[in-house]
């Protein structure tokens, strides 16, 4: 007899629990008895002579194998308290059915969730019978009611099908986890594998319900996953945990899909796919995860900031070239004029005093605007280099302001500009270098006419106030547009106004800011392009103090 049938009548029994079965062919004019399993196989031979006087009944009720004396007789001897008859397979061509016979000492083993049970298997119980009789039809010499020919015979080789052979094969060779659920959801059948990684032995399995070998956990959703199979008929995936017989947590994919016969649900198929490794890599990679993106956003920013660093130095490349030619320039425009002008007096002896004199003084100017311009720029890298010091004194604002603005008369003069000073009429001093306030006041105010347009105006505003002076220093001139505003202090740096280009070198403003911090005091700017400018100067007047001040 084939092996799955035996397995299939194991499986019932089990479910059932009943002590022994019978598989019973009948037609119009015989029966066999197909198999005999259980503990008391001979107890039941009277019962097989009572099946052998059936053989002319036409059909075979219930009640009428219930009213079988041998069975009767049997309740009593081995204490039968319940049997169960159903029809497992009818052949309607040969006009004859197989039905299968299970007695119990349980009072309640059949009862409706039992028998529902047993009924899902007997599909699979169905298959195999049909598969095995018709061999026995058609290869076999026909077995007559000879009970130990049949059982002979079923135990013989040949029997399995093809199709058989290669499900069983299939299940062998599959690694994955393959079961039958019957429509409880109790198991009926699981692959060697799945058995294996489960580490339960195929009896500990068989009967039991799918959900006591999933982690509690994860029952919900597997129970909602088995609704969801049977509403939509498709096959349908879940991962869940099962949980091992030594209680190992094992990550699983499950596909499950539906069996039915006539529209009646009889089972479940299923499949399970080992998820752990994949799991575990899942992890790692969700581990690792911000790390890459952390990874990534470092790499970008060291790019940005290699980028940064080039343009930096791309840019005070830039700005280092562009003053090279700005002060070469500078210098070259007042050595032109002393050059041209020392040349004329030396070329031309009959040169009017009056004349000479003129010349003169624009050689003696020319060569001061040098000699200022060479100091600023020695000035700023005297600073970088740590190596200047202030030379403080008590300075007088007031008077040091009307100098400036007197050596500045001529220049606004040229350009028909209003220098105006507002100042109070008591004194105003404070604690400075002289000379390098001088330079603030005189890069400021020079400034202010430079890039204030004829018939402008420039006003210098000094207030008295209680630590410290304020010096205001406003034009009407050209302005400064807003974006080039944060950069002004910067070395080099020049606002660029094409068409409309004033020779300059871009120094002035770095050697202010770069005296006034000496001076602990602060520089802001307010322009507008068009609309003139207001440096605001604020120093203290005593430097101890503020000093002192800022630490506190
Ligand atoms: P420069 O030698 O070019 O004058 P500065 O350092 O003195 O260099 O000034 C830097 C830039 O600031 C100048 O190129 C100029 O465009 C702008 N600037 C300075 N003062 C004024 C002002 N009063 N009005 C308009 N623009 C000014």
Same mark, same amino acid.
């Given at each position: 007899m084939s092996e799955l049938l035996k397995n299939?009548?194991?499986?019932?029994?089990?479910?059932?629990?009943?002590?022994?079965g019978y598989l019973v062919r009948i037609d119009n004019s015989d029966f066999d008895v197909i198999s005999v399993w259980g503990e008391n196989k001979e107890k039941f031979q009277p019962l097989n002579n009572s099946l052998l006087k059936l053989k002319k009944s036409s059909e075979v009720e219930f009640n009428f194998v219930k009213e079988l004396p041998e069975l009767k007789n049997l309740f009593t001897e081995i204490s039968i308290n319940t049997f169960f008859i159903q029809e497992v397979h009818s052949f309607r061509e040969r006009n004859e059915s197989v039905y299968i016979l299970l007695?119990?000492?349980?009072?309640? #083993?059949?009862?409706?969730?039992?028998?529902?049970?047993?009924?899902?298997?007997?599909?699979?119980?169905?298959?195999?019978?049909?598969?095995?009789?018709?061999?026995? &039809?058609? /290869?076999? &010499?026909? %077995? %007559?009611?000879?009970?130990?020919?049949?059982?002979?015979t079923s135990e013989g080789n040949g029997f399995l099908s093809e199709w058989e052979d290669n499900f069983k094969g299939l299940l062998e060779v599959a690694t994955d986890l393959v079961f039958i659920l019957d429509k409880s959801g109790n198991i009926v059948l699981v692959n060697e594998a799945g058995i294996l990684t489960l580490e339960y032995t195929l009896d500990e399995i068989k009967g039991k319900h799918f959900l006591e070998f999933v982690n509690v956990d994860f029952n919900n959703s597997a129970s909602e996953a088995f609704e969801e199979a049977i509403k939509t008929k498709n096959v349908t995936r879940f991962e869940t945990i099962l949980v091992s017989k030594y209680d190992r947590q094992l990550a699983y994919e499950i596909s499950i899909r539906l069996i039915s016969k006539n529209g009646k649900v009889s089972g479940m198929l299923g499949t399970g796919k080992?998820?752990?490794?994949?799991?575990?890599?899942?992890?790692?990679?969700?581990?690792?995860?911000?790390?890459?993106?952390?990874?990534?956003?470092?790499?970008?920013?060291?790019?940005?900031?290699?980028?940064?660093?080039?343009?930096?130095?791309?840019?005070?490349n830039r700005l280092k070239s562009e003053f090279i030619s700005n002060i070469s320039h500078e210098f070259r425009t007042p050595l032109a004029s002393i050059i041209g002008f020392s040349e004329t007096i030396e070329s /031309?002896? &009959?040169?009017p005093p009056e004349?000479?004199?003129?010349?003169?003084?624009?050689?003696?100017?020319?060569?001061?605007?040098?000699?200022?311009?060479?100091k600023s720029v020695l000035d700023i890298s005297k600073i970088e280099g740590g190596k200047i010091s202030l030379n403080r004194s008590t300075v007088n604002v007031v008077d040091l302001l009307l100098n400036v603005i007197e050596m500045n008369k001529e220049f606004a003069g040229q350009k028909n500009i209003d220098l105006n000073f507002e100042h109070p009429s008591d004194e105003v001093t404070l604690e400075a270098d002289k000379d390098?306030?001088?330079?603030?006041?005189?890069?400021?105010?020079?400034? #202010?006419?430079?890039?204030?347009?004829?018939?402008?105006?420039?006003?210098?505003?000094?207030?008295?106030?209680?630590?410290?002076?304020?010096?205001?220093?406003?034009? %009407?001139?050209?302005?400064?547009?807003?974006?080039?505003?944060?950069?002004?202090?910067?070395?080099?740096?020049?606002?660029?106004?094409?068409?409309s280009e004033i020779p300059g070198t871009g120094v002035g403003l770095v050697f202010v800011k770069q005296m006034v911090d000496l001076h602990k005091g602060l520089i802001t700017v307010q322009s507008e392009a068009g609309s003139g400018t207001s440096f605001i100067l604020k120093l203290p007047k005593n430097l101890k103090i503020e000093k002192s001040e800022v630490t506190s």
């Open positions: 299939t009548l194991q499986i019932i029994s089990r479910i059932s629990q009943s002590k022994c007695f119990s000492e349980m009072a309640e #083993a059949f009862n409706e969730e039992c028998k529902d049970r047993i009924i899902s298997v007997l599909t699979i119980l169905s298959g195999h019978v049909k598969e095995l009789l018709h061999v026995v &039809d058609h /290869d076999v &010499d026909k %077995t %007559t009611g000879d009970n130990e020919n049949l059982q002979v080992n998820i752990g490794k994949l799991k575990h890599f899942e992890k790692e990679i969700r581990k690792l995860k911000p790390k890459i993106v952390e990874a990534n956003r470092l790499i970008k920013l060291e790019r940005a900031r290699t980028k940064k660093h080039e343009s930096l130095v791309e840019e005070l /031309d002896p &009959d040169l004349m000479k004199k003129e010349f003169n003084n624009i050689i003696l100017n020319e060569g001061k605007r040098l000699a200022k311009l060479i390098k306030l001088s330079g603030v006041f005189e890069a400021l105010i020079s400034n #202010a006419i430079k890039f204030t347009n004829e018939y402008g105006r420039v006003k210098i505003i000094t207030n008295n106030l209680y630590r410290e002076v304020e010096i205001i220093v406003s034009d %009407t001139g050209i302005g400064i547009p807003e974006k080039d505003l944060p950069y002004i202090f910067q070395k080099f740096y020049r606002v660029s106004r094409p068409g």
